[in-house]
Each structure stands twice: as structure tokens, then as C-alpha cells.
């Protein structure tokens, strides 16, 4: 079955410590979406690519960056994880941009920060 | 900044009854959609409908929208306890979907 796959679901680092959550998609979706969303919170979009093409929603801090090496893998590197980047993290795909076209998740990632 | 919020925060229901949840959004839309959540894991993309739609159903979802007034509603009947979830709006008028504040409803068996 095509889907969206993240690894690993549960991933606990050290505050400062870099940290890499991966996105891979048999959709073959052109557009990847990464989400932060808090306990009880709507997800938050932090930046997308529409096939290479990046774009950082504005209020993403710096801290937190993107790599799409081809169509299939996203990832999402955290430089210096603080408590505050404590959350679920969710990949999702779709095969354009704009409203008209659903989105499809992941199951996430959970980042513990201790 | 937001664009919906969803109406009531949380919802708690009997088995077999029917439940609603309501979006506001501020600014104009071409498209809303329904996403539904279980703890922990991803969304899943609900239903779809346009802004010259005013009613879509999808088995026992019924989605009205009202652009005049800027809300949506989401009807699920005959609940089950597996509907047991969060419920998003989506809108957004541009390249990108704002996620409302959700509702969380509880089906009891």
C-alpha cells in the first residue's frame, strides 16, 4: 500500500544534541509538508518542498532545518534541540500544493528533549 | 496566525448518537477540509469540500458549509466508539492548509 512512513516513532535526545527525524513516501507526491504539533494543539506547518524547491514558513526558527535528497525522503534536522522542541513531528505528502489537494500523514515522531 | 477554530473544545457522546463539530474561519476560502486524529498517530484526510459547495457527504459524515457566515460543520452519525478522535479544519486561501484548534470527541461505549 502507498503511504508515508517515519522513523523512528519515538525518538528521545539530549537538549543541544542534533537530532534527525526521517519522512520516506511511495506516494510519489511532489510536495513534502513538516508539522510540529504540541500536546492538544493544531499541527503547525514549519516548511514544505514542492519537489526541490524549499519553502520556510516564516515563524520556523533557525534551529530547525530540512533536507529532501530526492522525491521519495525528507528529513528534519533539529541543530540544537531545546524542552520547548518537545513534540510530535508529522510528515506529511501531497501531490500539489494548495488547498484543494488532501494531505496524507505519517504516523509522526515523538521527541522527548531531556 | 489561525485561521479556525473549532467549536465545542470537546465533545462527549453515547454510542449510536449523533455528533457535531463547527469550524469558523476569518478570511475567505477556495476549499475546507476534514481531518480526523487518534492519540498519537497522523491525521487522516476526511472530506474535501469547495467553496461552491454547500453540503458533501461521505458515509456517515455530512460536512456543510456556509461561506457567508465563515463556518463549516461536521456531522458523524450513528457514532462508534472507534470514532473516538480528534477532529481538524483545514483552509487556507493560498498554497498551504491552516489547521484549526480541533475537537476532541469521545464516543462511549
Known amino acids: 500500500d502507498a503511504m508515508v512512513i517515519q522513523n523512528p516513532r519515538y525518538q528521545v535526545t539530549q537538549f543541544g544534541k542534533p537530532v534527525t527525524l526521517s519522512c520516506s513516501q511511495t506516494?510519489?507526491?511532489?510536495?513534502m509538508y513538516w508539522y510540529q504539533q504540541k500536546s492538544s494543539q493544531a499541527p503547525k506547518l514549519l516548511f514544505h518542498y514542492y519537489d526541490k524547491d524549499f519553502n520556510n514558513e516564516a515563524d520556523t526558527p533557525d534551529n530547525f532545518q530540512s533536507r529532501r535528497p530526492n522525491t521519495s525522503f525528507c528529513f528534519l534536522d533539529i541543530r540544537s534541540p531545546g524542552l520547548g522542541d518537545a513534540a510530535m513531528y508529522l510528515c506529511a505528502t501531497s501531490r500539489a500544493t494548495g488547498t484543494g489537494y488532501e494531505q496524507y500523514f505519517g504516523p509522526g515522531t515523538r521527541l522527548t528533549v531531556t | 496566525s489561525q485561521q479556525g477554530e473549532e467549536d465545542p473544545q470537546a465533545l462527549s457522546i453515547q454510542e449510536g448518537e449523533n455528533a457535531t463539530m463547527n469550524c469558523s474561519y476569518k478570511?475567505?476560502?477556495?476549499?475546507l477540509q476534514w481531518y480526523r486524529q487518534n492519540s498519537g498517530r497522523g491525521l487522516v484526510h476526511l472530506i474535501l469540500i469547495r467553496s461552491n459547495e454547500r453540503e458533501k457527504h461521505s458515509g456517515r459524515l455530512r460536512v456543510t458549509l456556509d461561506t457567508s457566515k465563515k463556518s463549516s460543520s461536521l456531522l458523524i452519525t450513528a457514532s462508534r466508539a472507534a470514532d473516538t478522535a480528534s477532529y481538524f479544519c483545514?483552509?487556507?486561501?493560498?498554497?498551504?492548509?491552516?489547521f484549526g484548534t480541533g475537537t476532541l470527541l469521545a464516543v462511549q461505549p
Open positions: 483545514a483552509t487556507g486561501a493560498t498554497n498551504k492548509l491552516i
Open positions: 506516494l510519489n507526491h511532489n510536495v
Open positions: 478570511t475567505s476560502i477556495n476549499n
